[in-house]
């Protein structure tokens, strides 16, 4: 365990504490949830509360005092206990968690309601996140209760209450060194899951396999190349669409049988030690593009290139989405998705949003700890002004956020054709998007996950091979 990392954030969290006027800041990890009947789902710690200490078990809280000398960190967490450690597994407890995390006190989590009152008092303001827990706001209420109910003993009743999220978003937004290395192991693993699902699609189809190629085939690909090297879990559930499905934009994987001559759609990728990856790759089931699905690949390429073009500091995180419509816009004037008489010219389109009937999303987002991680897409501290939101309305607010060293974030445009009158008929049932995730390095950006080919000449001579 890197203590140092840790202690450096929560340092972090105090100094911020600190320019925003003091105060305590109490930050629980997430709850076990229950699947069914004596069966959870699998347990995954709180991001935020795994930013500041690295410890993954349930029932956890941190406190942080920024006006207190001697003891600034607080940890509450299971006690041991043999009974339970026979049935669940092994507890680090209070004692050796000081030592073990680094944090100044312990205690088990059975007195958190005793001791936080007591460190809550005499302190200005308490920070916590809001609207991310069921029910810590009435459990701060009640603490802060039992402050009140000291008052004629001396104690102080914090004044006010702030949401630590807003907080601790500006410091995961951007990542360090340690945050980059993982991200980068995660890209990597994710790509290899994607370049072993290429591959397996082009045998089974060659080889042939009982009952057809399906979806499930290559999603347990995926997950046999993530779990080997090491990820925990998928960072989120895995997209893998044959033909038409890739239309659906939140399609799971489930039994589509992919046929030769259709595209395959894979949005999937792994977390690994709490960091998330994001890759979508689409490549012929068979191995082999069909003019008309290599025209629209070459198209979403090509944006996806403005995109990374658009990618350094000092750009907007907008700039990359305008740069990838821009260069979509084109293609569907080209190839008659839309058609020149009805829509005009490229700005016309860029106008009256008419791409929409193909490309729908955004271009990106920002990853880390989360897939869609946090963060403000707007520059803390501008001014509002009218700008048009994504479905084209006029609206007033803040510039978007502008690109730093450190910040990571996707690339993933696409084009999705769903069979319509005027839309010609080749291009019927084909969705494509290309997703890689970004690093703002000094100068421009790290691709993390381009282990898998992204070229479509690349892809089909993987899948040969
Ligand atoms: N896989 C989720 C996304 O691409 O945003
Ligand atoms: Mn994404
Ligand atoms: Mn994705």
Aim: aromatic share 8%; charged share 25%.
């Amino acid at each position: 365990m890197q203590t140092s990392i840790y202690a450096k954030r929560r340092a972090g969290v105090v100094r911020a504490l600190k320019a925003a006027g003091g105060g305590v800041a109490v930050l629980p990890t997430a709850p076990e949830r229950q699947r069914n009947r004596d069966s959870d789902f699998p347990y995954r710690h709180d991001s935020y509360f795994y930013y500041l200490t690295g410890f993954t078990e349930p029932d956890g809280w941190l406190v942080i005092q920024a006006d207190h000398k001697a003891v600034r960190t607080t940890l509450f967490c299971r006690p041991r206990n043999l009974e339970r450690e026979i049935w669940d597994g092994v507890r680090l407890g209070p004692k050796a968690a000081v030592a073990q995390l680094g944090v100044d006190q312990a205690f088990s989590v059975e007195l958190l309601d005793e001791k936080i009152p007591e460190l809550l008092a005499n302190q200005n303001a308490v920070w916590f996140p809001f609207a991310t827990h069921k029910g810590l706001e009435s459990q701060v209420d009640g603490w802060l209760n039992k402050v009140r109910g000291r008052v004629r003993l001396g104690a102080e009743c914090p004044q006010s209450q702030h949401d630590l999220c807003k907080l601790l978003d500006e410091m995961r937004l951007v990542k360090d060194r340690h945050e980059i290395a993982i991200l980068r192991r995660a890209g990597a693993i994710s790509a290899a899951g994607h370049v072993r699902a290429m591959q397996t699609s082009a045998a089974l189809l060659r080889d042939g396999v009982k009952g057809g190629l399906r979806e499930y085939h290559l999603e347990a690909e995926l997950l046999h190349e993530f779990r080997r090297h090491g990820s925990q879990f998928p960072a989120y559930t895995s997209i893998v669409a044959a033909g038409a499905n890739a239309c659906i934009l939140h399609y799971r994987a489930g039994d589509g049988e992919l046929k030769p001559g259709q595209l395959c759609l894979i949005d999937a990728a792994c977390e690994l030690d709490g960091y998330a990856s994001d890759i979508t790759r689409t490549f012929p089931a068979n191995g082999q593009f069909t003019p008309a699905q290599r025209t629209l690949y070459d198209i979403v390429l090509a944006a996806q290139q403005a995109a990374i073009k658009a990618t350094k500091p000092g750009k907007r995180f907008t700039d990359p989405h305008d740069a990838a419509t821009r260069v979509l816009v084109e293609g569907m004037l080209e190839t008659g998705l839309l058609a020149k008489a009805k829509h005009g010219r490229v700005d016309d389109v860029l106008e009256s949003g008419a791409y929409r009937q193909f490309y729908m999303h955004r271009t990106g987002h920002w990853m880390g700890m989360d897939v869609h991680d946090c963060g403000d897409y707007t520059e803390p501290g501008s001014k509002p002004r009218e700008e048009k939101d994504a479905t084209g309305q006029r609206v007033m607010r803040k510039p978007s956020r502008i690109l730093k060293p450190g910040m990571v974030l996707t690339e993933e445009p696409g084009i999705y054709v769903r069979p319509a009158k005027n839309v010609p008929r080749e291009f019927w049932n084909i969705g494509i998007r290309i997703e890689d995730d970004a690093l703002v390095t000094a100068s421009g950006c790290e691709l993390l996950t381009r282990g898998v080919p992204v070229d479509a000449d690349e892809i089909e001579a993987l899948m040969r091979g």
